[in-house]
């Protein structure tokens, strides 16, 4: 029993027309005979290919259905134009050997040629070491036979090919794909550190003391008693018993304001000092870096601004030395421009400052971010932020005496500071559009 059903199919899917085949005990040689007269193609089959096969296939694409055929004999087929080559896997592959055989022979007498060809765009050191499978970007093997030799010439950016003819003419076609100008792309990053903060502080001090008239020496003195306790000729020196004076509030450059005030009794030989400090401060400020640079399509760029700090650094047989680390601002960046015209970029982005004094050197305050992400032509993305808060209530009282209800902030300090700063990347990629080249009269 055989059966065939040929279905119609329009040009556009003749490579995949369904075909039903349902045969028993069928020869190979009729079989691929079925092929041929259904798919039009010529066929040769060599005297290896005999058997029988029974098949049943519903509305498979006849390329299947030949693979299915042929695997279950152990054949295999080659498309040589409209011909359409069967053999036995073991004999075809003993054939390709031997072809490989004859052309390895005929390419060892054949004679090499020299040619010469000037790159516009790319650099003839770098192709040069492509062709030969040197190249550090890890693709591919030598693209030169083995007779074949390539020499770079950086003056004239020229490169001399010698290698068999037929290898020569593939050579210039690939050089021809090669040697193209590379689009370029101007990142510009922006860089916003906002900080804000406020502090506030109260303090005071508190002093008494106690005027004792002297005759020494037939001269009239003044001993005042107190924290000082020393002996003047036109006044009262007194200390402090509580001193606990505003702080800095959290601002460095500020010093907190004083008011101050001396009670005396009537005989003027009694009197108490109340000082008091206060300061409230408060500091709004945003540092905007801009670097830009601009690149080469999938090629790393590189800017860098800051400055070096020196520090000493000891040996292990104790000599000292002063070695420099960098504190600065620096953008690293490899663009890839995607078909659709958007931008691939894989961003490193360092924001160091100057920090406290050690007793080594200066520290660094570093802020990093590291990432890949993908923005439209012109488009702007925020990488990401690094954002701080800082909130601190400080106090400091005399035991006891500062839990006194209505007088205890006589006997204590307040030190509160409020801090905020944030940290933003942001980043704009645009294509440049490519200059026309313009060739000298």
Known sequence: MAALKIEPATDSMDGQRPISLNFQNVEITTLLQVFAEFTGLNLVATDSVKGQVTVRLTDVPWPQALDIVLKSKGLVSRHDGRV???????????????????QAALEAASPVQMMSMRLQYARATDVAQRLQGAGSGGGGGRWLSGRGSVLAEPRTNQLFISDLPQRLTEMKKLLAQLDIPVRQVMIEA????????????????????????????????????????????????????VKLPAGSAGQTLNTPASFAVSLFNAAADRFINVEISALEASGLGKVVSRPRVVTSDQTKA???????????????????????R???????????????????????????????????????????????????????????????ETDRNNEAKVPGLGNVPGLGWLFKNRDQAQRKSELLIFLTPRVMADVPATVPP
């Open 84 to 102: 359409l080559w069967v053999a036995p896997l073991g004999e075809w592959a003993q054939r390709e050997k031997m072809q490989l055989d004859a």
């Open 302 to 324: 590189l800017i860098e601004q800051g400055t070096e700090l020196p520090y000493q650094t000891a040996s292990a047989s104790g000599a000292t030395s002063i070695t420099f």
């Open 190 to 241: 922006r860089i916003v550190e906002a900080d804000d903060q406020f502090g506030q502080s109260l303090g005071v001090r508190l002093g008494a003391g106690l005027a004792v008239p002297l005759r020494v020496s037939q001269g009239a003195n003044t001993l005042a008693v107190g924290a000082g306790n020393a002996a003047t000729g036109a006044g009262v020196v007194t200390g402090n018993q």
């Open 326 to 388: 960098k504190a600065n601002l620096k953008l690293e960046v490899t663009p890839q421009i995607t078909p659709d015209g958007s931008v691939v970029l894989e961003v490193d982005v360092n924001r160091d400052s100057v920090g406290q004094i050690t007793p080594a050197g200066f520290a660094i305050n570093t802020k990093h971010v590291k990432t890949q992400v993908r923005v439209e032509d012109g488009g702007t993305v925020v990488l990401g932020g690094i954002f701080e």
